[in-house]
């Protein structure tokens, strides 16, 4: 039976649609390898085998009737665990939702499924989405399939290291503050927040509604792209989902592009002429771990190489991103969580003698740590006499850094950091200090807040030979031309195609 372990989408789809093997198999291969080493890595929650093998038949049925493979005809994927999908639980790693079924499914789901992906399983994550190294889980810890002893990075840790481990080519994750780019760039991958709209969020369990957005995980930037093409574009069960995104997306050195966003990587001679980027220099002060600064510095090199203008650039207010974000996302946490009450769906403690015990038992017993500490900030944040000196405030301060942004892309067409200011750092080693665990978005968070398509690629290695990934940021709606961007930098530099050891073990 062929290799497909670490197989692009490409690769795959080649190998089926020249009847080397069948979409089932791929499909096998994949689970058994998960079987085998993910006792290791914990990156899910549960594998769905069954609807695997049921999607991957789909394909085969369909293709030996004389129809086309379609764009993700037999690929194998990994869905982090807020995305609903019927009759498979969603639990968003919180004992609240541990035996919850959603009785409809998320939109990327759909579309996933209706583009022939076949799904693996839930990928594990930090509760409700939040935290930064995928140890909040209540039900297992990830660990970086690169070193085990370190951390993922999180929220969406595990379909990343689903993706890293060769568990399946593709994972999709949320990303509220960092939670798909900081993972890609613990574990050696690419990973992409699309522009806040494009992708819709129905069916995903909401943390923070203004922030969340769905984006891919993949081994090269042209998975990703190929798996993005597929999610975006309007859902009327979403309102803040955008219509025609690139209708009106036109500059001089692009025409305007659909959403085949793969279709403007192949058209692409890899030269960055013409293209101006801008170094976050406020992001490589203090805190930054001097492999990642060499690593950022190489690859401002190879920009230069490729015929980029690059030049330094300040964002203002990007040094208060940080606690801004914190009021806003955990204000929003406060009030999306506040449905899990014990009484329409989710856990519930059947002892408690009146609805307000039931209301208490019910949440502390069910939420932990970190999500209790979020609920307290943002509750604090939102209440009488502080409102308007947090909230509204960090909602200001927030207009001034999309602002500040806009201002700054005025002048360049992508901006340039390192995705964290560490690598994977150490299971256990920041989980009894949550501000210095917080601070390991500080790079990500300020994308979020504005909007912005933001990607993360490999762009070298540091200690212990850990992977250190670089972030790409554009203006809003510039998705293709990020992606165009930074499949340019991934050629030139090939760590593509490095995988972690447990990715190479069947291979």
């Known amino acids: 039976m062929t290799d497909v372990i670490g197989k692009t989408i490409s690769e795959i789809k080649q190998l089926i649609s020249s009847k080397q093997i069948s979409a089932r198999e791929v499909a096998t291969l994949h689970i058994e390898h998960a079987k085998r080493n993910d006792k290791e890595t914990n990156a899910f929650i549960c594998l769905t085998e069954e609807l695997a093998l049921k999607q991957a038949d789909a394909v085969d049925k369909n293709f030996a ?117 900081l993972p890609a760039s613990f574990c050696g991958i690419v990973g992409m927040k699309p522009t ?34 597929v999610i975006v574009g309007k859902d009327p069960k979403d309102s803040t989902s955008i219509d025609d995104p690139f209708g009106k997306f036109n500059t001089k050195k692009y025409p305007a592009l659909d959403m085949n966003f793969a279709k403007s990587l192949t058209g692409h001679d890899g030269s960055l002429k013409g293209i101006k980027i801008g170094v976050l220099n406020d992001l490589l002060g203090e805190g930054l771990e001097s492999e990642v600064r060499a690593a950022t510095e190489n690859g401002i090199k190879v920009f230069k190489e490729l015929g980029a203008e690059v030049d330094e650039v300040k964002v203002d207010h990007l040094d208060i991103a940080l606690p801004v974000y914190y009021i806003i996302a955990t204000a929003e946490a406060s009030a999306n969580l506040s449905r899990y009450d014990g009484v329409r769906y989710g856990a519930r403690d059947k002892d408690s003698q009146d609805l307000m015990s039931m209301y208490m038992s019910t949440r502390s017993a069910g939420f ?44 360049y067409d992508v901006l340039i950091s390192p995705t964290s200011p560490t690598v994977a750092f150490g299971l256990g080693e920041k989980t009894d200090d949550p501000l210095t665990m ?70």
């Not at 498979?88 to 079924?101: A, H, R």
């Open 65 to 181: 009737s004389g129809g086309e493979l379609p764009a993700l005809g037999g690929v194998p994927i990994c869905l982090k665990d807020n995305i609903c999908v019927p009759d498979y639980p969603t639990t968003c790693g919180s004992k609240i939702l541990e035996n919850f079924k959603p009785p409809y499914q998320a939109t990327s789901a759909n579309r996933l499924f209706e583009a022939g992906a076949v799904c693996i399983g839930k990928g594990n994550l930090d509760e409700f989405a939040m935290g930064s190294s995928n140890e909040n889980s209540a039900f297992s810890i990830t660990r970086n399939p690169w070193n085990l002893k370190k951390v993922p990075g999180g929220s969406s840790g595990g379909p990343a290291v689903a993706v890293a481990s060769g568990y399946s080519s593709i994972g999709f994750g949320s990303d509220t503050g960092g939670s798909i780019r």
């Open 196 to 229: 806040y709209g494009l992708v819709s969020r129905f069916g995903l369990v909401a943390y923070a509604s203004s922030l969340d957005q769905i984006g891919p995980f993949g081994n090269s930037v042209e998975d990703c792209a190929l798996a993005l093409a």
């Open 368 to 411: 932990g740590a970190e999500v209790k500490r979020r609920i307290m900030l943002g509750t604090y944040a939102l209440s009488t006499g502080y409102y308007d000196a947090y909230y509204k405030k960090a909602q200001q301060v927030r207009r001034l850094i999309k602002e500040a942004f806009d201002k700054a892309f005025e002048k």
């Open 438 to 507: 917080y601070l390991s978005d500080i790079a990500t968070i300020p994308i979020n807040l504005a909007g912005l398509p933001g990607i993360s690629v490999p762009c070298g290695f540091g200690r212990e030979g850990l992977p250190i990934g670089m972030q790409l940021v554009g203006p809003q709606l510039s998705d293709a031309r990020l992606l165009t961007v930074a499949h340019a930098f991934e050629k030139s530099v090939g760590f593509a195609s490095k995988r972690s050891p447990l990715a190479t073990v069947a291979r």
